[in-house]
């Protein structure tokens, strides 16, 4: 009888325990469990190399830009990336006469660059993330290094790919496709995000969302005493639920001050129309918009990679991943339920 008993008990124990696992392996992945692969350290590493001289600047079309454009290609390789099935290699060619711009200077043919991941459950919805890589190259013989404008955004999108990839390798992929778009022609007019917005890789109304990051590695005169601060502009133009989901994400991951001065319709600096986001948002496509102002250095050659403050890139890079986390992995995509304006 005691050796009855004794079985049952451990029997019982064992189910407990089965039980147990099979609720500790049901929990879903947050945000959290990967959002600190996302480090100073590596964006440095990084920068350093995408805003150095011997990237000359990287204008559009120029071999300082292609170079910098095979140093991320080489590094989406390395962290297990590749680009989308839909196309047939990481670029996305812009035609020279698509960037011709009234008296501006003729731009050469460039190219915008992608990686992709794809969604485990609803594979066709596509969550954008946005950074240009080109900056104005030199000018009398002095680089323009950019480390800023947009290395910053740059490397930002390297290390969230790195960890959206690294929860992939541990069976938590997004349920939605992420597209990392690097793109062209910014500092042009836009161009790059203008030419995918008018020959998507997927249909525009397929993309749930675009997160455009463009200067997020310095503080500026306005927060001379810390740089725990971003401008988000955008976020309530499209989607209610865009902007309260970045405001939930910073409350529970990042704990920034979340400034909306850009975004107020009647800024006179018209920031909301000036990087890459406007080429989704203007297509009714939910786009937000993370951005550290403007600060002595812009668009001059001492944009370097010194300059930067790897802690609030780290802090600002993440928040766009655990947004973007959110967007990818809800049940519903996310409403448009504004008019934009």
């Not at 879903?28 to 469990?33: K, R, T, V």
């Not at 099935?85 to 698509?98: G, L």
């Not at 969550?127 to 947009?150: L, P, Q, R, T, W």
């Amino acid at each position: 009888m005691k050796k009855i008993l004794f079985s049952g008990a451990v029997l019982s124990l064992l189910l407990s325990s089965c039980t147990s696992a099979q609720k500790t392996a049901k929990k879903p992945a947050e945000a959290g469990d990967y959002i600190n692969t996302i480090t100073a350290a590596e964006l440095s590493k990084h920068l350093y190399i995408v805003a150095g001289d011997e990237m000359e600047g990287r204008n559009t079309g120029e071999q300082g830009q292609k170079k910098a454009g095979q140093y991320l290609i080489n590094e989406y390789k390395k962290a297990g990336l590749s680009y989308p099935d839909a196309a047939t290699d990481w670029y996305q060619k812009v035609p020279s006469e698509f960037m011709k711009r009234g008296f501006a200077p003729k731009l050469n043919d460039s190219e915008n660059i992608w990686a992709f991941i794809k969604g485990s459950e609803k594979p066709d919805e596509i969550v954008v993330i946005s950074a240009h890589y080109d900056h104005v190259g030199m000018k009398n013989g002095e680089v323009f290094n950019g480390a800023d404008d947009d290395g910053s955004g740059t490397v930002a999108l390297l290390e969230i790919a790195q960890a959206f990839k690294e929860a992939e390798k541990n069976g938590h992929g997004p349920k939605r496709s992420i597209l990392f778009l690097h793109v062209t022609g910014e500092e042009h007019g836009l161009h790059g995000s203008r030419f995918y917005s008018e020959n998507p890789l997927f249909p525009l109304k397929n993309t749930v969302a675009d997160i455009n990051i463009d200067m997020i590695g310095r503080r500026d005169t306005l927060h001379p005493a810390t740089n725990n601060y971003i401008y988000v502009i955008g976020s309530d133009r499209l989607s209610s639920e865009l902007h309260t989901l970045n405001e939930a994400a910073n409350a529970k991951y990042t704990k920034m001050e979340l400034d909306y001065k850009y975004n107020d319709r009647n800024d006179p600096e018209r920031i909301y129309y000036r990087s890459d986001h406007y080429n989704f948002a203007k297509h009714g496509i939910p786009s937000i918009f993370f951005f550290n102002g403007i600060h002595a250095d812009y668009h001059l050659p001492s944009d370097t990679p010194d300059k930067i403050e790897y802690d609030a890139l780290a802090k600002r890079a993440q928040l766009a991943f655990a947004l973007a986390w959110e967007i990818a992995n809800r049940e519903e995509r996310i409403l448009v339920d504004k008019d934009g304006k």
